[in-house]
Protein backbone atom coordinates (compact mmCIF):
# COMPACT_ATOMS: atom_id res chain seq x y z
CA UNK A 1 0.00 0.00 0.00
CA UNK A 2 1.47 3.68 -1.03
CA UNK A 3 2.30 5.61 1.71
CA UNK A 4 2.01 9.47 1.52
CA UNK A 5 3.66 12.90 3.47
CA UNK A 6 0.79 15.36 4.19
CA UNK A 7 2.54 18.74 3.37
CA UNK A 8 1.46 22.20 4.73
CA UNK A 9 1.47 24.54 2.04
CA UNK A 10 1.52 27.57 3.67
CA UNK A 11 4.51 27.81 5.09
CA UNK A 12 8.23 26.64 4.63
CA UNK A 13 11.54 26.17 7.70
CA UNK A 14 13.92 28.02 4.97
CA UNK A 15 13.99 25.77 1.44
CA UNK A 16 12.51 22.89 3.74
CA UNK A 17 8.73 21.05 3.17
CA UNK A 18 7.14 21.29 6.44
CA UNK A 19 4.86 18.12 6.73
CA UNK A 20 2.10 17.06 9.19
CA UNK A 21 3.95 15.93 12.43
CA UNK A 22 3.19 12.56 13.94
CA UNK A 23 1.25 13.79 17.63
CA UNK A 24 0.27 16.74 15.94
CA UNK A 25 1.46 19.91 14.60
CA UNK A 26 4.01 20.34 11.73
CA UNK A 27 7.71 19.40 11.45
CA UNK A 28 11.08 19.24 8.32
CA UNK A 29 12.20 16.10 9.54
CA UNK A 30 11.25 13.71 7.47
CA UNK A 31 11.30 10.51 10.38
CA UNK A 32 8.95 12.61 12.80
CA UNK A 33 6.24 13.38 9.97
CA UNK A 34 2.99 11.07 9.54
CA UNK A 35 2.13 8.73 7.15
CA UNK A 36 -1.52 8.50 5.80
CA UNK A 37 -2.64 6.55 2.50
CA UNK A 38 -3.64 7.66 -0.31
CA UNK A 39 -7.05 7.87 0.82
CA UNK A 40 -6.44 10.03 4.15
CA UNK A 41 -4.10 12.16 2.39
CA UNK A 42 -6.72 13.40 -0.13
CA UNK A 43 -9.18 14.04 2.41
CA UNK A 44 -7.75 17.20 3.86
CA UNK A 45 -8.11 20.85 3.69
CA UNK A 46 -6.97 22.03 -0.10
CA UNK A 47 -3.86 23.78 1.10
CA UNK A 48 -2.48 20.13 2.19
CA UNK A 49 -0.28 18.29 -0.39
CA UNK A 50 0.00 14.97 -0.72
CA UNK A 51 3.50 13.71 -1.36
CA UNK A 52 3.87 9.91 -2.89
CA UNK A 53 6.64 8.98 0.48
CA UNK A 54 9.02 6.71 -1.61
CA UNK A 55 9.42 10.24 -3.97
CA UNK A 56 10.09 12.31 -1.39
CA UNK A 57 12.57 10.20 0.05
CA UNK A 58 14.30 9.53 -2.95
CA UNK A 59 14.99 13.27 -2.86
CA UNK A 60 16.05 13.93 1.30
CA UNK A 61 18.71 14.93 1.86
CA UNK A 62 20.81 15.49 5.72
CA UNK A 63 20.18 18.77 7.81
CA UNK A 64 21.38 20.03 10.72
CA UNK A 65 19.39 21.96 13.02
CA UNK A 66 21.62 23.99 14.86
CA UNK A 67 18.70 24.39 18.34
CA UNK A 68 19.77 20.62 18.98
CA UNK A 69 23.93 21.04 18.74
CA UNK A 70 26.35 22.55 21.32
CA UNK A 71 29.73 22.76 21.38
CA UNK A 72 30.24 21.98 24.74
CA UNK A 73 28.27 19.04 24.11
CA UNK A 74 30.63 18.08 21.15
CA UNK A 75 33.53 19.12 22.45
CA UNK A 76 34.34 15.78 24.28
CA UNK A 77 34.32 13.94 20.95
CA UNK A 78 37.00 15.84 19.43
CA UNK A 79 40.03 13.60 19.73
CA UNK A 80 43.56 13.11 17.71
CA UNK A 81 43.03 11.80 14.17
CA UNK A 82 38.45 12.31 14.46
CA UNK A 83 37.15 13.10 11.22
CA UNK A 84 35.21 16.93 11.56
CA UNK A 85 33.15 19.26 9.60
CA UNK A 86 33.49 23.14 9.27
CA UNK A 87 30.55 25.51 9.86
CA UNK A 88 30.36 28.65 7.97
CA UNK A 89 28.69 31.39 10.55
CA UNK A 90 26.19 33.73 9.40
CA UNK A 91 25.16 31.56 6.51
CA UNK A 92 21.40 29.31 7.11
CA UNK A 93 18.35 27.90 5.77
CA UNK A 94 15.95 27.60 7.66
CA UNK A 95 17.60 26.78 10.80
CA UNK A 96 19.90 24.68 9.38
CA UNK A 97 23.95 25.45 9.81
CA UNK A 98 26.32 25.55 6.54
CA UNK A 99 29.15 23.89 6.15
CA UNK A 100 32.20 24.00 4.21
CA UNK A 101 32.29 22.38 0.86
CA UNK A 102 35.37 23.32 -1.01
CA UNK A 103 34.17 23.24 -4.58
CA UNK A 104 30.97 25.50 -3.59
CA UNK A 105 31.88 27.68 -0.64
CA UNK A 106 29.31 25.74 1.79
CA UNK A 107 26.31 23.14 1.37
CA UNK A 108 23.57 22.82 3.82
CA UNK A 109 23.86 19.24 2.96
CA UNK A 110 25.84 17.24 5.50
CA UNK A 111 26.50 14.27 3.40
CA UNK A 112 27.89 16.96 0.97
CA UNK A 113 29.98 18.57 3.57
CA UNK A 114 33.99 18.57 3.33
CA UNK A 115 35.40 15.84 5.81
CA UNK A 116 39.17 16.54 7.36
CA UNK A 117 40.76 15.32 10.41
CA UNK A 118 40.53 17.80 13.16
CA UNK A 119 44.52 18.22 12.79
CA UNK A 120 43.55 19.38 8.84
CA UNK A 121 41.10 21.52 10.34
CA UNK A 122 42.99 23.31 13.12
CA UNK A 123 46.10 23.48 10.35
CA UNK A 124 44.25 25.81 8.64
CA UNK A 125 44.28 28.41 11.27
CA UNK A 126 40.41 29.73 10.73
CA UNK A 127 39.12 31.67 13.51
CA UNK A 128 35.80 30.91 15.48
CA UNK A 129 34.29 33.85 14.10
CA UNK A 130 35.14 32.14 10.29
CA UNK A 131 34.32 28.57 10.83
CA UNK A 132 33.27 26.15 13.19
CA UNK A 133 35.22 22.67 13.92
CA UNK A 134 31.97 19.74 14.33
CA UNK A 135 32.73 16.66 14.95
CA UNK A 136 31.20 14.28 11.95
CA UNK A 137 30.25 11.60 14.53
CA UNK A 138 28.21 14.41 16.81
CA UNK A 139 26.58 16.02 13.55
CA UNK A 140 25.49 12.43 12.35
CA UNK A 141 23.66 11.72 15.65
CA UNK A 142 22.13 15.33 15.38
CA UNK A 143 21.40 15.26 11.55
CA UNK A 144 18.05 14.92 10.60
CA UNK A 145 16.20 14.08 7.15
CA UNK A 146 13.95 16.79 4.96
CA UNK A 147 13.80 17.80 1.36
CA UNK A 148 14.20 21.20 0.00
CA UNK A 149 11.15 22.68 -2.41
CA UNK A 150 14.08 23.10 -5.16
CA UNK A 151 14.31 19.19 -4.62
CA UNK A 152 10.91 17.94 -6.08
CA UNK A 153 8.04 18.56 -8.50
CA UNK A 154 4.68 17.72 -6.92
CA UNK A 155 3.53 17.36 -10.82
CA UNK A 156 5.90 14.78 -11.40
CA UNK A 157 5.43 13.16 -7.97
CA UNK A 158 1.58 12.48 -8.54
CA UNK A 159 1.82 11.26 -11.74
CA UNK A 160 0.78 7.46 -11.95
CA UNK A 161 -0.80 8.02 -8.20
CA UNK A 162 -4.33 9.16 -10.03
CA UNK A 163 -4.29 12.31 -7.99
CA UNK A 164 -5.00 15.35 -8.93
CA UNK A 165 -4.74 18.93 -6.68
CA UNK A 166 -7.69 20.83 -6.51
CA UNK A 167 -6.77 24.47 -7.16
CA UNK A 168 -7.18 26.83 -4.04
CA UNK A 169 -9.95 29.09 -4.65
CA UNK A 170 -9.14 32.43 -4.58
CA UNK A 171 -10.24 34.62 -2.11
CA UNK A 172 -11.78 37.91 -3.43
CA UNK A 173 -10.09 41.02 -1.94
CA UNK A 174 -11.75 43.49 0.01
CA UNK A 175 -12.35 46.88 -2.49
CA UNK A 176 -10.44 49.97 -1.12
CA UNK A 177 -10.93 53.59 -2.46
CA UNK A 178 -9.28 56.97 -1.04
CA UNK A 179 -10.89 59.09 1.10
CA UNK A 180 -12.30 62.32 -0.14
CA UNK A 181 -11.22 64.50 2.95
CA UNK A 182 -7.63 62.97 3.94
CA UNK A 183 -6.84 60.54 0.72
CA UNK A 184 -6.09 57.55 2.94
CA UNK A 185 -7.47 54.13 1.42
CA UNK A 186 -10.76 53.14 3.36
CA UNK A 187 -12.73 50.42 2.48
CA UNK A 188 -14.91 50.66 -1.05
CA UNK A 189 -17.97 50.97 -0.38
CA UNK A 190 -17.89 52.68 2.99
CA UNK A 191 -20.67 53.50 5.11
CA UNK A 192 -18.74 55.19 8.09
CA UNK A 193 -17.19 58.82 8.49
CA UNK A 194 -13.40 58.06 7.75
CA UNK A 195 -11.45 57.78 11.32
CA UNK A 196 -8.93 59.54 10.58
CA UNK A 197 -10.44 63.27 9.11
CA UNK A 198 -14.04 62.55 9.82
CA UNK A 199 -14.91 62.97 6.36
CA UNK A 200 -17.91 61.75 5.02
CA UNK A 201 -17.22 58.82 2.26
CA UNK A 202 -20.80 57.17 2.14
CA UNK A 203 -22.49 56.79 -1.73
Known sequence: MSQFYLQDSRSYVGDGLTFWALGGG??????????????QACGHRETDIPWPK????????LGVDHQYISLEEARDQLSPGCAVVLQIPGHWNGNDIALAHWSIGH???????HRLTLEAAQAIGNTPEEAVIWPVAYLIAKARRLVHKRDVNIKEALQGTGIELTKAKRRQSASIQ?????????PSPSYEDCRHCDHDNRP
Open 26 to 39: YTTDLDKAELFTKE
Open 54 to 61: DYVDARAH
Open 107 to 113: TYRFEKA
Open 178 to 186: NCGGCGRFV
